[in-house]
């Protein structure tokens, strides 16, 4: 079967298969006109209604229409109509299965075709049923049983149709993607060919910037500043700089200004640089720019009217852009509309199915009439009607289960190797059967069962009290929600999207009972057209990112963080860029990622930015550690990669495409691949799919609600071999919206979806290990956890070992805070702390030495950092949830990011110095105190007498000598004795190599 699905894609399988597609669907049509019985009335059921009426009395009724003879005729046409209609939607499976985009939908088309040949056996079953029903054989009684039997029968097939029929008209609609396109897809069904690699190659220095919003950029930008003051540790000295969510508001920010070359005035600090106590201009346009999600147009530009240096047309500009409440509920209400429409439509159609069937044992429903709840609500409850097709397919499946674990017992006592390859069959029938089953318990039981209890309150126009029991029953439960936050948070988003399941099922029953409830002759039939029209036309027209929230959010942050200088009468000053194609006068039209020169030996002054964002996967189309749902994407001017991790430590697979030829891919009515683009990628922190949280149906929620800020981008995996194709991708239609709605996110597809890369690490500590080995890096964490935890460099310290081979030793306690402190008193010993990273590749090692800072209350922090406290009780760990950052708070978080990098620097200092006049770690070590060290101020008076002789001036940061120590015997302590004291002079010398 796998090898005629191939062979219908050969030129010649192509012509063949046509053929054969024609010949079948005219030989259907005609057998199928044969086995069609003539109804004697316009209310009488076709044969279809036989097959389906389930009950004996209910078909002696409809016997008497047609006459045993005309059954028996309409069966015996009704066996050519199934050679016909059997391999003929086979093959349409086969053939249209292998337009789909994923390899999860194109290895469907075989297992379905497989089930179509079943459904033609049920069919033939059905066709005995009917006949020894309706006739009997042989001159023996009709069999009444035969009744129920052919019902259970036809309601196999007639599942297994519409589920391959839907395949079919899927895989239809996706023939707009080219066959060289679909060629690359199916290539990359045999296997990747790319070798495992781990990074090794050397760079001197490397900062990491962790994700948290505002809060991560304010105190991502204050320690940027103070450590460009040093000069050795800044921005200018980094060989690579990788940020995560808003960690890359602010390392974006200072890409796009320090790579862009601007105006050169004297007097005037570089962009975004601490130069005096007045911020620079970019800090005064982040300032007057906080409230940026709310703000319609950037303040202190042209565009605001209260800006003293008022330009032509930029107010015009301003009046025309749509208001920011405008522009999200167009979007919220583009986005129900979608799935309000679909939901209609799947509810009229049931609705009018509902009346047909139930007509085939209630005559009434089959006539012109609209129905009514007193006369005509008991048939919905009939148990005998559906009792059969339900209980008869469970018990298909328990016996093939059985059956199942049975012989596969058998063969393994019998001493089988391997398992043979027939004990898929019961496998799958049992399976099957069960599927069947559950699925005729929801369609014939259970929707009929809430529509008969809709019913009553409806007839009883009383459905304002429905609505408004549902609504209480919603907001009651939130409201316990909120009482009961902390016991029930892990189950808040499984409740929340289970209560929005229901209100959607709420409405696709009302929906359902209007349309049954209708007279056949005031049908909304042409409303349904048109919507369904509609929908099509936005699937291949549209685009489902155009409505997203995802594009506002990238640009109220390129409105506030990417900005360029400009210099008049009223002094430089600095303006944000636009996203408009071409820009209007006055504007610059913010520069494509691609354009950026990247830093290396040759162009200093690049950029060493890389933004990380995540990509969420289902299924297990490739290995993830611990089972998180989702890889790590990363962007820089250069690339854009994707990496799968493989089951060896340190090992993965790297998927690269240069970022101009993901520009070329980039399909119509999508977004330019720029670096804010980027940003917002890496800062969509609330998707329907969020990386390693499994968020569950609160999923359909979200993606109904239209809060999405991920974006579907072109695979890495294709993209190189695609854009050298020279076409642009087809859009992102419908389908990559119900993906979302339905958490379906095949790593195999054409897209991916990209999120928030704070969903997979938030430190970016294990990106910039994996970009190359650093002989020093800072770590710039801005997590909002209690103090008394480490919780994001702990997911870093964890995933490091499993993805980059590196293990990081780190004392955590030194920044912990007492889990239960007196009021207004939560310190730490330190916010900032020394670690050693150790990264093996063989026989080789490499070390490391890391500089990680955290938001922490320390006693001798600044006493305004001490008194901001007093002011806002959050402080230093507000929740990323706040977003609306006033100055006052954004000055405090910009100095707690200089107080830690500052701490940083003078602990380098401290211990750069120390190192250099003791060569050997024994000496290094000797000269610490013998006795155990004192804490607080104590312990470092102790040190500093130890190192440098009573009265001599206080070493400042002197806790960092005791650190190196301890770290330097812990990893060692994995050596023999006789190799200890080797390796402790070969790690102490790494270090001193490094800090020299």
């Not at 600090?269 to 720019?289: F, I, K, T, V």
């Not at 496998?427 to 009929?448: C, D, Q, R």
């Not at 936005?538 to 506002?552: I, K, N, R, Y």
Request: charged share 15%.
């Amino acid at each position: 079967m796998e090898r005629l699905s191939w062979w219908l894609h050969t030129a010649r399988g192509r012509v063949v298969g046509a053929l054969a597609v024609l010949a079948l669907a005219v030989g259907a049509g005609f057998a199928g006109s044969a086995a069609e019985l003539e109804p004697a009335s316009p209310d009488v059921p076709g044969i279809i209604g036989l097959e389906l009426v389930g009950t004996p009395d209910g078909a002696q009724q409809w016997m008497g229409a047609y006459g045993g003879a005309a059954v028996s005729d309409a069966l015996l046409s009704d066996l050519a109509f199934i050679l016909c209609w059997c391999p003929l939607l086979a093959l349409l499976a086969l053939w249209t299965g292998q337009n789909y985009r994923t390899l999860t939908t194109r290895r469907l088309g075989v297992p379905l075709a497989l089930a179509v040949l079943g459904a033609g056996a049920l069919d033939l079953l059905e066709d005995l049923f009917l006949q020894l029903g309706a006739n009997g054989v042989a001159g023996l009684d009709p069999w009444p049983r035969g009744w129920q039997l052919a019902a259970v029968a036809s309601w196999g097939k007639w599942l297994i149709v519409v589920v391959a029929a839907v395949y079919v008209v899927g895989g239809i609609l996706s023939l707009g993607l080219s066959r060289k396109v679909l060629a690359v897809l199916r290539r990359a069904e045999g296997g990747s060919s790319v070798q495992a690699a781990r990074t090794m190659e050397d760079s001197h220095f490397g900062l990491a910037f962790s994700g948290g919003g505002i809060r991560a950029a304010s105190i991502s930008l204050g320690a940027l500043q103070a450590l460009e003051r040093d000069g050795s540790m800044g921005w200018g000295a980094a060989d690579h700089v990788t940020s995560v969510s808003g960690g890359s508001y602010m390392t974006g920010a200072w890409s796009l200004a320090r790579t862009v070359p601007g105006p050169a005035t004297p007097g005037v600090p570089a962009p975004w640089a601490w130069l005096g106590s007045q911020p620079g201009p970019e800090e005064r346009h982040l300032r007057a720019n906080l409230g940026y999600l709310l703000s319609n147009t950037p303040r202190g530009t042209g565009q605001d009217p209260m800006s003293q240096t008022p330009e032509a047309g930029g107010i015009a500009r301003a009046q025309r852009l749509p208001a920011v409440v405008a522009t999200v509920l167009t979007g919220m209400l583009a986005n129900a509309l979608v799935f309000l429409g679909i939901l209609w439509i799947l509810a009229q159609l049931m609705g009018w199915f509902y009346r047909w069937y139930f007509g085939l044992t209630c005559v009434s429903w089959l006539g012109d009439r609209p129905l009514s709840f007193t006369e005509d609500h008991g048939c919905l409850t009939a148990p005998e009607r559906v009792g059969w097709p339900i209980l008869g397919w469970f018990c298909v499946g328990l016996v093939f289960v059985l059956l199942w674990v049975v012989l596969a017992k058998f063969t393994d006592v019998a001493g089988a190797t391997t398992p043979p390859a027939w004990l898929l069959g019961p496998k799958l029938l049992g399976y099957g059967g069960l599927a069947v089953g559950a699925a005729l318990l929801i369609v014939l039981g259970g929707i009929p069962l809430l529509i008969d209890a809709l019913w009553r309150p409806v007839a009883a126009h009383d459905l304002l009290t429905t609505v408004v029991a549902v609504v209480g029953a919603i907001g009651s439960a939130s409201a316990v929600l909120r009482i009961l936050r902390k016991p029930l948070a892990k189950l808040a988003p499984t409740l929340g999207g289970a209560l929005f399941a229901l209100v959607l099922l709420f409405l696709l029953c009302r929906w359902a009972l209007a349309a049954m409830t209708t007279a056949p002759q005031d049908r909304h039939t042409t409303a349904l057209v048109v919507v369904a029209v509609a929908l099509v036309v936005v699937h291949l027209c549209g685009a489902a990112e155009f409505w997203s929230l995802a594009a506002f959010y990238r640009g109220k942050l390129r409105s506030s963080f990417a900005t360029y200088r400009v210099e008049d009468s009223g002094g430089v000053r600095a303006r944000p860029y636009v996203n408009n194609d071409v820009a209007a006068a006055g504007e610059r039209v913010e520069p494509g990622l691609d354009t950026l020169p990247e830093r290396s030996a040759t162009t200093p002054t690049g950029t060493p930015l890389t933004i990380c964002a995540s990509a969420t996967v289902s299924g297990r189309g490739v290995r993830t550690h611990y089972g998180v749902p989702a890889l790590s994407v990363t962007f820089s001017p250069g690339s854009v990669r994707l990496f799968a991790p493989l089951e060896e430590d340190g090992l993965w697979q790297r998927y690269e495409c240069p970022t101009v030829a993901m520009e070329t891919l980039r399909p119509k009515m999508s977004s330019r691949i720029t670096t804010m683009m980027a940003v917002g990628l890496s800062g969509a922190a609330v998707s329907p799919a969020m990386g390693r949280f499994r968020i569950g149906p609160v999923s359909m929620l979200l993606a109904f609600a239209n809060v999405r800020l991920g974006v579907w981008i072109p695979n890495p995996r294709y993209a190189a071999e695609l854009a050298a194709l020279g076409k642009a991708l087809p859009r992102p239609g419908l389908g990559y919206l119900f993906k979302e709605f339905f958490g379906f996110h095949d790593p195999s597809d054409l897209f991916l979806y990209i999120t928030d890369g704070g969903h997979w690490e938030n430190t970016a500590l294990v990106e910039l290990l994996r970009t190359s080995h650093h002989q020093e890096i800072v770590c710039v964490d801005a997590d909002s956890g209690p103090g008394h935890l480490a919780t994001s460099i702990s997911k870093a310290i964890d995933l490091a070992q499993l993805e980059c081979a590196a293990s990081i030793a780190i004392h955590l306690d030194a920044l912990r805070s007492d889990p239960d402190p007196s009021p207004g008193r939560d310190y730490s010993p330190r916010s900032v702390n020394l670690g050693l990273v150790r990264r093996t590749d063989g026989n080789e090692e490499r070390l490391s030495v890391l500089w990680y800072c955290k938001p922490a209350l320390t006693e001798d922090m600044p006493p305004q950092l001490l008194a901001y406290r007093e002011v806002d009780p959050t402080f230093p760990r507000v929740s990323t949830v706040n977003q609306f950052f006033h100055v006052a708070q954004f000055a405090a978080y910009r100095d707690l990011g200089r107080y830690n990098a500052k701490k940083i620097l003078a602990a380098r200092t401290t211990l750069a110095r120390t190192v250099t006049r003791h060569p050997t770690f024994a000496a290094f070590r000797s000269a610490l105190p013998a006795h155990e060290p004192r804490t607080g101020l104590g312990g470092v008076v102790d040190l500093v007498e130890s190192l440098t002789g009573p009265g001599a001036p206080e070493e400042p940061e002197a806790w960092v000598l005791t650190e190196l120590a301890e770290l330097v015997a812990e990893l060692a302590g994995d050596r023999t004795p006789d190799e200890r004291v080797a390796y402790e002079q070969e790690l102490y010398e790494s270090v001193r190599t490094t800090l020299a």
